[in-house]
């Protein structure tokens, strides 16, 4: 359950929206049972004087109070019930954008290596599947439990005071039965299996995207149906796992209802010597039972959320490994136009260096061009300069800086929305400008929506020099004082690189610029080359 702790104290910050929807729950708890016991009490009091008159006895009864506290139970029920359920689904879907904006800060802060570890379907799944089964820990298992526990240890006061003590505390032991069952029992009965099929479900999800992707091959190599088969066993496994859950939220949903009429069963037979002796009367004999049996409510709502406990714990334990901030500081910023490195040791956390005592100093309007082979380090020294992941050891100091990755990334966007990541303040005239640049401009201009021609999937209307000519412009236009481009030409013919080299050159000139590749001419014009071996 530690777990869950990080997520508990995240949800606690709006502590107030969730007393407030607490309160909310227990107004509509209570008015429920108010009602069910007062309507129970004035039907037995009008029975009772019923009788009173056909057997020529002269009686009265009140039917102004009674009835007039029924209706307004009867609203207050209605009415705290709609702005329970308006107030506390608003304050979920609120803890539930906190819980995502926290991940996604996380995310932020670990290297992107760390993040290129599963696909983009997997890390969907964990800011999907994994936080939406944490929606459960407030509306579903916090409250209700605590309102459970609350409303019973009112019911066993009013029976200690309307009745005796040691009814009272039989009653606490029967309730407390049900309520150990409803919860703590059950999620250990369901703990692992349900822990293991938001996993299971996720690869199931994934094995059937690459079913479809690799339909062809699957086809041609004549296995479409065997793995189809396969396919349709996991999903009946994981169907009977989840029937063996639901089933024991059942049994145990049953056993706690069975305790609980047990113990209006009770109060009502030794509420009978009670009523024979003069101690209560009947009416008083007959609501208890009945707000006994108004718990079945509060304590329905528990086995459900302590049979999927097991799947929330699990969802928090993956989202605490799998997304981490660095443990080491990355790159520090300075106000500065100078980049320095100090005995640095380059490579990622739990993994040998690359490099290992490299030092450099750039200063503001240099040049500089790092080459080597494949291996060398060369994004690694990058992603270090850039701050994207920390240094193994040493120090690196470095003003704002505009990084150019190996990656191609083109978002599923108009070209507009794609350039103004480097800028968003940047006029239609100046992205113009950086697309004339590039040697992008043409090729707009001649698309109908010009700047807001839509790119497709990964920019999947563009050709591969396009496309890093696109990302190259995004990078341009940003006014970072340090600019690094880690193979800036990738996919470019060399007469357009020819062309293009100067012109970025000059565009660029006052800022200290890095750029890496496999061989100089793959680089802008630089002052000093840096080889790695």
Not at 127 to 137: F, K, M, N, S
Not at 466 to 491: C, H, K, M, Q, W
Request: hydrophobic share 50%; proline share 4%.
């Amino acid at each position: 359950m530690r777990d869950l702790r990080p997520w508990f104290t995240l949800i606690l910050q709006r502590r107030g929206r969730l007393f407030i929807g607490a309160l909310l729950l227990l107004a509509t708890l209570i008015s429920g049972i108010a009602l069910l016991a007062l309507s129970g009490w004035f039907l037995t009091e009008t029975a009772l004087v019923g009788l009173l008159f056909a057997a020529g006895i002269q009686a009265y009864i009140n039917l102004y109070v009674p009835g007039g506290a029924i209706r307004f139970f009867a609203v207050s029920r209605t009415v705290a019930r709609y702005f329970e359920r308006l107030y506390n689904h608003n304050t979920v879907l609120r803890l539930l954008t906190d819980i995502r904006v926290a991940l996604f800060d996380r995310m932020a802060q670990s290297g992107h290596r760390d993040r290129g570890r599963h696909k983009g379907a997997h890390w969907l799944s964990r800011l999907t599947a994994d936080v939406d089964a944490l929606d459960t820990l407030y509306l579903r298992l916090v409250a209700p439990s605590a309102l459970a526990a609350v409303v019973a240890l009112l019911v066993v006061v009013l029976v200690w005071l309307l009745f005796t003590w040691e009814i009272a505390l039989t009653l606490l032991a029967l309730l407390g039965s049900a309520f150990v069952i409803a919860t703590w029992v059950l999620y250990r009965r369901t703990q692992g299996l349900s822990g293991q099929l938001n996993e299971r479900q996720e690869l199931l999800r994934s094995e059937v995207i690459e079913h479809l992707e690799g339909f062809s091959e699957l086809t041609a190599a004549g296995r479409i149906g065997k793995h189809a088969a396969l396919l349709k066993r996991q999903a009946l496994a994981l169907d009977k796992d989840q029937a063996v859950i639901e089933t024991q939220t059942g049994w145990h949903l049953a056993l706690t209802q069975l305790l609980i009429n047990l113990s209006a069963v009770l109060v009502l037979w030794t509420g009978l010597k009670l009523f024979q002796n003069g101690s209560v009367s009947g009416p008083v004999l007959v609501m208890l039972p009945i707000v006994l049996l108004g718990l079945n409510e509060v304590y329905a709502m528990l086995p459900d959320a302590f049979g999927k406990l097991g799947a929330t714990v699990a969802a928090a334990k993956r989202l605490n490994e799998e997304i981490k901030p660095s443990a080491v500081h990355p790159a520090n910023t300075t106000t500065g136009t100078t980049l320095i490195a100090s005995d640095l040791s380059v490579g990622h956390p739990g993994s040998a260096p690359v490099m290992t005592h490299f030092s450099l100093s750039a200063q503001a309007g240099d040049r500089l061009g790092i080459v080597g082979v494949s291996g060398s380090g060369k994004s690694s020294l990058a992603d270090t300069f850039a701050g994207v992941i920390p240094a193994l050891s040493g120090r690196v100091e470095r003003p704002p800086c505009a990084y150019l990755t190996q990656r191609t990334v083109v978002f599923e966007d108009t070209v507009k929305a794609n350039l103004l990541l480097g800028n968003p303040k940047a006029t239609d005239a100046e992205l113009w400008r950086i697309l004339q640049l590039v040697e992008l401009a043409e090729r707009f201009t001649r698309e109908d929506e010009r700047l807001n021609t839509w790119l497709g999937s990964s920019g999947n209307r563009l050709s591969g020099g396009e496309a890093r000519r696109l990302v190259l412009a995004r990078v341009l236009l940003s006014s970072a004082p340090l600019v690094i481009l880690d193979e800036p030409f990738t996919g470019v013919d060399a007469d357009t690189r020819t062309r293009i080299a100067p012109l970025i050159d000059r565009w660029l000139e006052g800022r200290t610029v890095i750029s890496l590749g496999h061989g100089p001419e793959a680089l802008l014009p630089s002052d000093h080359i840096l080889h790695l071996s």
